[in-house]
């Protein structure tokens, strides 16, 4: 799964889950949605908060 890998990688300009979410922004900003990025977004977040929603383990 490539979410962790996002959720833990970093470079000299950031976080690859901050350039993800800065991309989700201009998506949204676009009107352009994308449900499987949306997917990904949703799942990094919830690695990089560190705190587990209803129903995931």
């Known amino acids: 799964m ?5 959720a833990r990688a970093s470079g000299p ?3 690859n889950a901050q350039y993800l979410f800065s991309l989700e922004q201009e998506l949204q900003k676009l ?11 949703n799942k990094v ?5 560190g705190v587990n929603p209803p129903g995931l383990a």
Not at 2 to 6: E, F, H, T, V, Y
Not at 31 to 41: F, N, Q, T
Not at 45 to 49: A, E, F, G
């Open 2 to 6: 490539i979410a962790p890998l996002i």
């Open 31 to 41: 009107g352009m949605p994308d449900d499987g990025l949306d997917e990904l977004i």
């Open 13 to 15: 300009l950031g976080t």
């Open 45 to 49: 977040r919830v690695l990089v908060s």
